[in-house]
């Protein structure tokens, strides 16, 4: 059974999967300890190891030296996450960011010129887009970039320190280059945000002239990764260190782009480094794999007070308030895992293709924040779970909350990234209207919004068959029909009131208030689509499982959601889903699925294949 359900969760890139446990079982790898410099040392070390194991070179074309494979390249990442997240985090900035920026936003030159090199960390860099005053609002970063004609070159400038370049993974220590994001000024008019390679440091370690940098110190996790600062006082650069794709300046100063639209342009040199946000959500799903399977198999053999007519003390998993702690949390992970699977899948098929890439970007960013909350409260709860045990540096939870404690925040935080999922949701509806100011324009009738908010998705067939023999309201709590319609009813009733109230105050004289006082209403919708995109992903995990395997993922696709139904069943009596009876059967149904599936738990986090190398706390192993 576990050898199956492994296979299955594996998925298209087992071979990707089994190479990374053959790496992770290298004690070379193992977690950095001792001073900040140390970590910081020997993580870089580790990062050229990876390199040396041709791991950086999945994800890049063949003609540069790469493997041409982006799917393996974001799969092998999410298993990096197994063991230590600083490597993680250290390989995902030289190689994802860093190099991904060279790739998607350079043109064969910058290519040919840099690739080699950072896949064999010949040159360390840095992806320097956070500004301290602007960190999530990329459009309106202050840091210029003047080109100077008679140079030809650019001038890189911060204008003050609300503009430094901040918190940059490679920066304090190892980067000797930054792909640097800026206002392009030529001829004295701003194009937009575009990104430069910039160096950083000379061939010595000294900072390049021009060029400040400042250590960001001790951080509460990931210590093996040096973040820095920066300032650019007057930094020159060559012309041909803009990254040209999508926006070029020609020796005179004329500025040209295959896309006229400044927006458009934006958003879609943006979308080329939706890898990054991807890969933080399969990094936090494999992190919470580990919590869950150490807490598991410690409670397995954890036994705390008797009971009449038993023999000694209990397992901590025998009572029902530990299942509770632990297996409706493992049942998400489940979903996440599926999602996250075809995520990656769409990604690695659709990556080239702008147009179809896009409605990928929403996907991710619901994923992206799904995982990484999900992974926090895990994390503590796995915490918990195992007692003072736990709080032992020994038994891996304190370095797990504190380095993944941070992932709700980078290559997205997660209320942001939730807000772009609400507006792409209701931008779905823009187009039948034109280009109307989209207050004024977004206008919604219940009945649309099943056919244009709802994707299409390699699990739709599956869904539509179930939704063909939909029951009535006194269905059975595990019919799966009754599932999918009450998470679809759920997100399309929210998108619906969110778009009556924006049109209500369409005429508005301050769109902000208007925008502000919906905010927390387009959230909750964004919430209720990302538990849909889980559903979905489950149901087609459950689908395409061995016949070995079905009934025990049918089970945890049943526990997934009925614990979220419970987690949200005040919402659904409110809005006249689920009677106060039926809300009381959600909580019994919960309990009842808890207990069928306490024998199968060692089973469920064993079928993660987490290799024994990455497990190393002492609870997991008595």
Known sequence: MIDELQAHLDGRWAAVRNTARELLDDPRLEPALGTLDEQRARTFDRLRLLAEAGVSRLGFPKQYGGLDD???????????????????????????LFGGAILHLGTSPHRERYLEDVMSVALPGCFAMTETGHGSDVAALRTTATYDAAAQEFVITTPDDDA??????????????????????????????????????????????????????????????????????????????????????????????????????????????????????????????????????????????????????????????????????????????????????????????DDRRRPLEARAAAIKAATTWHATATIQACREACGGAGY???????????????????????????????????????????????????????????????????????????????????????????????????????????????????????????????????LCAARAHADRLLLEAFLAGVDSAPDGTKPLLDGVCDLFVLSTVEAERAWFIEHGRLSTQRSKAVITQVDALCAELRPHASTLVDGFGIPDACITAPIART
């Open 392 to 522: 032992l540096t020994e038994n891996q939870f304190a370095r797990l909350k504190a380095d993944t404690d941070v992932f709700t925040t980078f290559e997205g935080d997660n209320t942001v990234l939730l807000q772009l999922v609400g507006k792409e949701l209701l931008g779905a509806y823009r187009s039948q209207f034109g280009e109307l100011d989209w207050l004024g324009t977004i206008r919604f009738v219940a009945e649309q919004a099943t056919a244009t908010v709802i994707e299409h998705t390699a699990a739709h067939r599956i869904i539509q068959r179930l939704l063909d023999a939909a029951p009535g309201p006194d269905a059975d709590l595990r019919d799966r029909a009754w599932h999918v319609e009450l998470f679809e009813w759920r997100e399309r009733h929210l998108l619906d009131t969110v778009a009556r109230r924006l049109r209500r105050a369409a005429d508005s004289d301050d769109p902000f208030a208007t925008f502000n006082a919906t905010q927390d209403h387009l």
């Open 164 to 353: 430094r370049k901040d918190y940059i993974g490679n920066a304090a220590r190892d980067g000797r280059a930054a792909v640097v994001f800026a206002q392009l000024i030529t001829g004295g008019e701003t194009q937009g945000v575009h990104a430069f390679v910039v160096p950083i440091r000379r061939s010595d370690g000294s900072p390049a002239d021009g060029v400040r940098i400042e250590d960001c110190g001790p951080k509460a996790g990931l210590n093996g990764v040096d973040n820095g600062r920066l300032w650019f006082d007057g930094v020159r650069i060559p012309r041909e260190n803009l990254l040209n794709r999508y926006g070029d300046v020609a020796p005179d100063g004329t500025y040209s782009t295959p896309i006229e639209n400044p927006t458009r342009r934006f958003f879609t040199m943006l979308g080329t480094l939706i890898q990054g946000r991807v890969s933080v959500a399969g990094g936090a799903a494999s992190a919470t794999k580990v919590a869950l399977a150490i807490a598991v198999r410690y409670a397995e053999v954890r036994r705390q007070f008797g009971a009449p007519g038993r023999d000694g003390e209990i397992v901590l998993l025998d009572y029902l308030a530990h299942q509770r702690r632990l297996l409706p949390a493992l049942a998400r992970t489940y979903a996440l895992h599926f999602a996250q699977g075809g995520l990656v899948g769409a990604l690695h098929d659709d990556f080239a293709d």
């Open 70 to 96: 982006l799917g393996g390249s974001i799969t092998g990442f999410e298993m990096l996450a197994l063991g230590d997240l600083s490597l993680l985090v250290k390989a995902g900035v030289q190689f994802g």
